[in-house]
Structures are given as structure tokens and as C-alpha cells.
Nanobody, 124 residues
């Protein structure tokens, strides 16, 4: 059973930065592609970023390109999301997810394992 635990959420003013982290159990982390998703109140869960386990390729939602950076530390079984220049519309619960697929995937249905989420609130 894969367990994911997010941390690093909080309240920040617009223009500020936060770094989210996701740690996972097990020694097969390096074989999981990872994704970040978020869900704002009253909205569907949406893709934010993904990173492949094969070659570290990353992919981002257009609205976060140039502001967010996903990275992984296989030695520490950790995934990170550096978020800069935050906007109020970035507010939501952020989830990390993992899949054994090698490609970067944007569909939440492709990820069988999920963390419990961490709240990010950006004030204007």
C-alpha cells in the first residue's frame, strides 16, 4: 500500500511563495510518476503539474507555467512543488498523487494513490 503525505500549505499574500512537499512510503518511489492536483471550493479537481519517474520530465498546467516548479528527490522519497508569484486563484486544497505509469499524466483517473491534501490560501 502506497501512502502519500503532503505538507507545506498555508496562508500567503498574493505574490508570495510556498513550497509543498509530499513524502511517500515504500522503496519503489523512484518507479512512480507523480502529480500535483488542486481543488478550489465548488470546483472540480484540476491538474497542476506532473513529473515522470523515467526521465524526470515535467509538465504543467498553462496557468502555472513559469511560476511553479515540480521536483523529486528519489533518495528521500519526496516530491516538491515550489510555487512562486502566487495568485488568489491558486487557492485550493493541493493533492499529490502517484502512478506506476512512466509518462507524465494529467488525468486524475490515471493516479491510483493520493494524499490527504494540504490547504493553500492566497489572499489578495
Amino acid at each position: 500500500q502506497v501512502q502519500l503525505v503532503e505538507s507545506g500549505g498555508g496562508l500567503v499574500q498574493a505574490g508570495g511563495s510556498l513550497t509543498l512537499s509530499c513524502t511517500t512510503s515504500g522503496d519503489t518511489f523512484r518507479r512512480f510518476s507523480m502529480g500535483w492536483f488542486r481543488q478550489a471550493p465548488g470546483k472540480e479537481r484540476e491538474f497542476v503539474a506532473a513529473i515522470s519517474w523515467i526521465d524526470g520530465v515535467t509538465y504543467y498546467q498553462d496557468s502555472v507555467k513559469g511560476r511553479f516548479t515540480a521536483s523529486r528527490d528519489n533518495a528521500k522519497n519526496a516530491l516538491h512543488l515550489q510555487m512562486n508569484s502566487l495568485k488568489p486563484e491558486d487557492t485550493g486544497v493541493y493533492y499529490c498523487a502517484s502512478t506506476t505509469h512512466s509518462a507524465v499524466l494529467t488525468d486524475a483517473l490515471a493516479y491510483p494513490y493520493w494524499g490527504q491534501g494540504t490547504q493553500v490560501t492566497v489572499s489578495s
